[in-house]
């Protein structure tokens, strides 16, 4: 990190919690973007749904950006920050629709 910036870290933490104690916690998609375009193809892919149609997001194939169908989420955002940029900017989308889960080869694009 280049000399004479302060470092920060911050602790994300997510959870589900059930509606009621006769229920279980409802699981929930989270994706971790950090690119716009990544951002927009997942807006496009919800957009999408309505038609039964699906995007192939770049970002769907990375393990530390995407978390599917979990009740909790734990992370120190120093597990993302590069230390080489001074500026970092990252959504934190949790998702409990349909996408990515629909998934017919048939009907998903490139994004």
């Keep these: 990190m280049t000399e004479g910036y302060t470092t920060v870290d ?10 009621s104690p006769n229920h279980s916690a409802q699981p929930f998609d989270l994706f971790i ?3 716009v375009e990544d951002y927009e193809c997942y807006i496009r892919s919800t957009v999408m749904l309505d ?4 995007l192939d997001c770049a970002f769907l194939s990375n393990p530390r ?16 920050v590069n230390p080489d940029d001074l500026y970092q900017e990252f959504f934190f989308v949790i998702d409990n629709t349909d996408f990515p ?7 998903t694009t490139p994004s």
Aim: charged residues 10%; proline residues 2%; aromatic residues 10%.
């Design 10 to 19: 911050l602790q994300v933490t997510i959870h589900s919690r059930p509606a």
């Design 33 to 35: 973007l950090y690119k």
């Design 51 to 54: 038609q039964r149609m699906g």
């Design 65 to 80: 950006l995407t978390h599917l169908n979990i009740t909790s989420f734990n992370a120190s955002l120093k597990s993302f």
């Design 101 to 107: 889960l629909f998934n017919d080869t048939n009907l």
